[in-house]
Structure formats: C-alpha cells, structure tokens
C-alpha cells in the first residue's frame, strides 16, 4: 500500500502539470483577455476611465504621461498609444512569451505562489484561504446528510425489496436525481426566500453581515439557518446512487452462504443482518466517501454557490472567468484539481484499508 501511495502521490505532479497546461493553452487563445477589457473600457469612456489607470491615484499604477497621451489618442479617436498598451501588457505579464509566462507560473505554484489577483488586488492565495472553507462545508454537510440518509433507506429497501414501500421510494429517489440542483435551487429561492411566497431563510451570503458581533450560539444558529437552502438543493440530487448501491450490495451479501448458515443456526433477522451482512455489504459504501465528496464538491456546489452568492472557491472560479482574472481563474483551478487528486488517492488506499483482497498496485489484477 506505501509502495502504491508513492507512485501515486508522484504522478499528482506531472497530472497538475498536464491539466494547467490544457486549460493555459485554452485560455491564451481565448479573445477578450484583461488588456482587451480594459482597452475596450478606454475607447468607449475616453478620459473618465483613463483616469482610473493613471499612477497618482489609479487602480493600475501607470505613468500619468502615458495616460495623458492615451487620452489625446482616444479624444482624437485615432485609437491608443501603441507604448501604453505595452505598459498595460506589461502590468499584467503579457511582455513575456507564453512558454515563458508558463513555466513561471508552474514555477510559482510549486510553493503556492498564485500571484495577485488583477482586479482585487489582495494575493490569491489568501483569497482561495478565505474561500476555501465555504465549498468544503457545503461538500461536507451534503456528504455527511446523504449518509445518513440514503444507508438506512437502502438498508431497508434491501430488506423489504419488491414491496411496495421498495417501488415508490424507488420513484423519490430517481426522480430527485433527474431533478438539477441549480434548478432545484432557484425553486427554494421563489418558495422560501423571498422570491414570491415565503422568506423563511435568506438569499445570500453563508452568514449574517454583523455575524462578527453575535454571541457563540447565535453564530452557529445563524451559520444554519443561512446554509439550509444552499444544502437542500444540493441534497435533491444525492440520495439516489448511494440508496441504490446500498440496497444492491444488501440484496448481494444476503444471497451468501453464510447469511443462510446464520439463519439456520438461530439467529433473529436483525442479528443476522446487522451482525453479519452489515459488515460486509458497507465496505463499498464506506469506502465511496471519499468519492461522494468529490462529486457533490465539483459538480452541483459550483452552481449553488453562484445561486446564492456563497463566497466559496467556486463562486471566486466563477467570477475570475468572467472578469478574465487570470492568476484567480488558475488559482482556483490549480487547488480544485489538487483536492480532486488527494480525495481520488484517499478513495483508493480507503477501498485497500476497508477489503484487504483489493489491490491497486497489482497492475495483473
């Protein structure tokens, strides 16, 4: 299992690498990149915007002749200074060849260096620190409640299979799983946030503006109460493929010859099964945590955050792709696809812990 893990934590490098050069090469040729926002930004406001990139009190600490001759450019509408807008791709690293400018980068993220966002000037990597904790909670309360749910359910689904209880709770679970979250989401929003009927729960946000000041108590109440709805809609689509695969792996160990034996030994139906079926049939399901996490964590979050503005890492991805934010957009991308890796390894070396007689590193098997 160490020998496996090694390899594995190996080959996390040359993946990282792999994946940032994919999307490095999409986004380079992509149009509109953050020199042509903001140069369509100084053609269409002239000197009110340029104001803004000057280096007395600008966002982007340029020199005031520079501005002053972009300005005399635009007013003149003969275009802008070829010399200003190679201080603009200067500012935000664009001098540099693309090769370059990638090696660098990989260079940097090799000790957590994102850079600087562009538009937010804080570092990335704080701002992925700050955000980081919303999407695991929301990842881990969904994954911790759809356990809790979908076991017991599946358990007795197996128990009382072909019964009608089995059917219609069948019909639930498939037709919330072809339900999307985000649309679930928005439907929670009109019911019970204010959108047409009640306003039970807020919009935004995973906690109150003044949540500083509350006492301990009032802080986790009012942490609940704002996480409800981003979890239910999350919830909605979760429950069918743990239910079914723990009915199936019930169904499975129940048919076995030592279920038959316990049974004809003596055993209450409720020793047998959960004395001895219960061991073995939730090795998988146990095992699949890891992969739970990731699904709902890179899948239906990401939305639901967007929905109600949750300050998570998905919501920041979100809005570094649309403001052409580029050491954020990697930033984020960079730590999605490490977690990714880590829960998939965790997945792995928790199926070998939980069923000895699996064994990834045998590459015969």
Excluded: C
């Amino acid at each position: 299992m160490l020998a496996y893990a090694f390899r594995r934590i190996l080959l996390i490098i040359p993946t990282l690498f792999a994946i940032i050069l994919v999307n490095f090469i999409i986004v380079q040729a992509a149009p509109g990149g953050p020199v042509d926002q903001l140069i369509a930004q100084l053609k269409g406001r002239g000197g009110a915007t340029l104001s803004r990139v000057t280096g007395g009190g600008g966002d982007l600490g340029l020199n005031a002749t520079s501005a002053t001759q972009a300005a005399n450019e635009t007013r003149g509408a003969r275009g802008l200074d070829p010399q200003f807008i190679a201080q603009l791709n200067k500012l935000y690293g664009f001098d540099k060849p693309p090769a370059q400018r990638f090696l660098l980068m990989m260079k940097n993220y090799l000790t957590f260096n994102f850079g600087v966002s562009f538009y937010q000037d804080q570092p990335v990597i704080k701002l992925i620190a700050e955000r980081l904790p919303v999407s695991v909670s929301l990842g881990l309360w969904t994954t911790l409640i759809t356990y809790l749910v979908s076991i017991p359910l599946g358990i007795r689904k197996a128990v009382r299979d072909g019964s009608r209880f089995d059917v219609w709770s069948s019909a639930v679970v498939i037709v919330g799983y072809a339900i999307p979250g985000f649309l679930f989401a928005v439907l929670l929003i009109v019911l019970f946030a204010g959108g047409s009927y009640l306003q039970w729960f807020p919009l935004r946000g995973i906690v109150s503006d003044d949540w500083s000041s509350f006492s301990l108590a009032h802080k986790i109440a009012d942490y609940f109460w704002h996480v409800t709805l981003p979890v239910v809609s999350l919830l909605i689509g979760s429950f069918a493929s743990l239910t079914m695969l723990t009915k199936n792996s019930f169904l499975e160990e129940i048919g076995k010859q030592y279920v038959v034996t316990a049974r004809a030994k003596g055993l209450s139906e409720r020793r047998v099964l959960y004395g001895h079926v219960f061991r073995n049939a939730m090795l998988l399901v146990i095992a699949g945590f890891p992969a739970a996490f990731i699904g709902i964590l890179f899948t239906g979050a990401l939305l639901v955050e967007v929905i109600f503005s949750l300050d998570g890492l998905g919501y920041l991805g979100f809005q570094a792709a649309i403001g052409r934010d580029y050491p954020v957009m990697f930033g984020t991308l960079y730590v999605y696809t490490l977690i990714g890796l880590v829960m998939t390894l965790v997945r792995d070396l928790t199926y070998m812990w939980v069923d000895p007689r699996i064994d990834f590193a045998d590459r015969r098997a």
